[in-house]
Nanobody, 117 residues
Framework: QVQVVESGGGLVQPGGSLRLSCAASGNIFSIYVMGWYRQAPGKQRELVAAISSTGSTNYADSVKGRFTISIGNLKNTVYLQMNSLKPEDTAVYYC???????????WGQGTQVTVSS
């Protein structure tokens, strides 16, 4: 019912920046949470940042102060601005849409972010 598509990954040198985009379409409700997760090889998937339809945000301690999640001009679109990237940020980044009232959860295909010199 809900399609989630993310983009913007790529290769960047340490200290560089990337901006990830995520768009959710389909059966979208007014109360939702959209967020970014990442998973590195051999590691568990972890929350990077999330934002609710009310505008509240939450960040992982490892990215706080470097990453910023925001809602785009078009509703149901979320961006993740990643600054001061480190090699440890290398992972597949997944966008997630969660409908709070409907108790639904949808994931995008993921986009690769590689930080290397």
């Amino acid at each position: 019912q809900v399609q989630v598509v993310e983009s913007g990954g790529g290769l960047v040198q340490p200290g560089g920046s990337l901006r990830l985009s995520c768009a959710a379409s389909g059966n979208i409700f007014s109360i939702y949470v959209m967020g970014w997760y990442r998973q590195a090889p051999g590691k568990q998937r972890e929350l990077v940042a999330a934002i609710s339809s009310t505008g509240s945000t939450n960040y992982a301690d490892s990215v706080k102060g470097r990453f910023t999640i925001s809602i785009g001009n078009l509703k149901n679109t979320v961006y993740l601005q990643m600054n001061s990237l480190k090699p440890e940020d290398t992972a597949v980044y997944y966008c997630n849409y969660r409908g709070v009232l409907a108790h639904t959860n949808y994931w995008g295909q993921g986009t690769q972010v590689t930080v290397s010199s």
